[in-house]
């Protein structure tokens, strides 16, 4: 199983997971849910229109945190979103809550990023499990 392989599985049995990001000198969390692995690289997405897209767009260095059991995973390291919109074409088109939101009538856009130069720490309360480099 590969890293990338490990990180998904570790959100999609999380259920919700939180992105980090920075508001000037402020730190913001939010919960998410989408993630979605592909060519052993795992991606998210934001609306283009929302603050947190605005703070990594400033600021692409961003912290995802998910808790399961008693341990938890912190994955962090640089967004780069995707130039590509084929991604986010793929996604909204396979969900019908996201393509209420995400639509010519309403002008949102869905922004995939994933993350570079990053770190993947698997962790228990106590001590780091395991930790990747990607």
């Known amino acids: ?21 920075e508001d000037g000198k402020q730190p913001k969390c939010r919960p998410m849910g989408f993630h979605k692995l592909e060519n052993d690289t795992v991606y998210f997405g934001i609306g ?37 919109s084929k991604m986010a074409d793929a996604v ?7 393509s209420k939101i995400y639509n010519d009538e309403t002008g949102y856009k ?6 570079e130069e990053a770190t993947a720490e698997f962790r228990g309360m106590m001590d780091i499990q395991e930790s990747f480099k990607l």
């Open 1 to 21: 199983m590969s890293v990338s392989e490990k990180i998904n599985d570790y959100l999609t049995e999380a259920k919700v997971y939180y992105l980090c990001t």
């Open 110 to 115: 869905f922004g995939v990023f994933h993350l």
């Open 92 to 98: 909204i088109a396979a969900s019908p809550m996201l």
């Open 48 to 84: 283009t229109f929302k603050d947190c897209y605005k703070q990594m767009v400033e600021n692409p260095l961003v912290e995802i945190v998910a808790c399961k059991g008693g341990g938890w995973l912190r994955f962090y390291g640089k967004a780069v979103f995707e130039k590509d």
